[in-house]
Structure formats: C-alpha cells, structure tokens
T-cell receptor
C-alpha cells in the first residue's frame, strides 16, 4: 500500500515570493508521482508528474518538482507566485507496475494562499 | 475535444435515500475512475471501470456501486445514504491504450449533500 503526507495544510505567501509545498510518500514498490491543483468548485488539474528519468520535472504555470528517492519526497516549488495560484494542491502516487495511473493515493492537500 | 462531464453538479438527498451520479468520459477514453472528496477523509479512490468491468476497487462499503456502459459512460450509485456520504464525487477518465502511462482527466465533480 502507498501513503502520502503533505506536511503543511496551509501555506500563506506574498505575491512574487517563492514557495515550496512539501510532499513525502511511503511505498514498498516503485511509484509514479503527481501534483494536482484544485481551484474552488472545480475538479483536479494535473500540474506535473514524475514517471522516470530526470528527477527535476517541470509542469504548467511555472511549477516544478524534484523527486528525491532517498528521502521519499516530491516537493513542489515555484520561484515567484501569483494571486491566481491561490488554490488547493494535492500530491498523489500510484504504483508504476500497472503502467497506468488509475488508482491514485492522495495526500490531504495544501491550501496555498497568495496575498498582495 | 470536450472534457469529462458529470451530472448533476449538485444534489441534495435525505438519509436512507439512494442516488445515482453520472460521468461521461472524454471521447475515446476507456477507463473511468471515481473518487470521493470530503474535508475529513480527503480524496479517496472508490473504483475504476474499464470495458464495462470493474478493474480496481477502493475500501468502501457495498452501498457504493458503479457500472460502465458500452460507450464508456459510467454511473455510480449510493444506496441507503448516510450523513457521512456528503461529499464531492469526482470522476476521471483516461485513454488506457494498454501501454505506458495514461493521464487521468478529472471532471468538475458532483456535490452531494445528505440531510
């Protein structure tokens, strides 16, 4: 079984400041890793994913994440946030053995609040 | 190409009733997964359907069931509703061509309130 821990439930940050949202996972098998964003009254949108290869992955809207296997972490970063980045962010994993991502295990989410 | 659509968007039911939610995947997508999102339990996987067969199942009681039709549209049903079933129910579809990674695309969800 897999589990995901998002260490911060809320992260307040000023506009144009950098931000890091932390994610740690636990799994006995190899996994794919994801970050999703959820805006109010909407579904989930994929920000970025790690499947294999380079441990630094870049996603949409200027976000990037780094996979650290030894620390079982997949932290999300953005060098300069915008008001429009205010949303809920979810880290998720799924076993890579199946070759699909049909059964995602999610963290509890981090609310990113960007203010002027 | 149209995204994943879910109907209805909002629903209010009373305890003991049953409810059916519908999900239309992106055209050509064959896999449909359902998730429940609540403030207390977060996002939890309910089940996945592929080619009209349940392929994966989460840890939910038998009151939660689903099915998939030949056109890949899916429905989920919750019988004997409880207050704790109040949640946002999300549907996701993927192409699932059989090889490699297939991204899941999420719908906007159905907000179910049980009174």
């Amino acid at each position: 079984a897999q589990s995901v821990t998002q260490l911060d439930s809320q992260v307040p940050v000023f506009e144009e400041a950098p931000v890091e949202l932390r994610c740690n996972y636990s799994s006995s098998v190899s996994v794919y890793l994801f970050w999703y964003v959820q805006y109010p009254n909407q579904g989930l949108q994929l920000l970025l994913k790690y499947l294999s290869g380079s441990t630094l992955v870049k996603g949409i809207n200027g976000f990037e994440a780094e996979f650290n296997k030894s620390q079982t972490s997949f932290h999300l970063r953005k060098p300069s946030v915008h008001i429009s980045d205010t949303a809920e962010y979810f880290c998720a994993v799924t076993p890579s053995l199946t070759g699909t991502a049909s059964k995602l295990t999610f963290g509890t989410g981090t609310r990113l609040q960007v203010t002027l | 190409k149209a995204g994943v659509t879910q109907t209805p968007r909002y629903l209010i039911k009373t305890r003991g009733q049953q409810v059916t939610l519908s999900c239309s995947p992106i055209s050509g997508h064959r896999s449909v997964s359902w998730y429940q999102q609540t403030p207390g339990q977060g996002l939890q996987f309910l089940f996945e359907y592929f080619s009209e067969t349940q392929r994966n199942k989460g840890n939910f009681p038998g009151r939660f069931s689903g099915r998939q039709f030949s056109n890949s549209r899916s429905e989920m049903n919750v019988s004997t509703l409880e207050l704790g079933d109040s949640a946002l129910y999300l549907c996701a579809s993927s192409l699932d061509a059989g090889t490699g990674y297939n991204e899941q695309f999420f719908g906007p969800g159905t907000r179910l309130t049980v009174l």
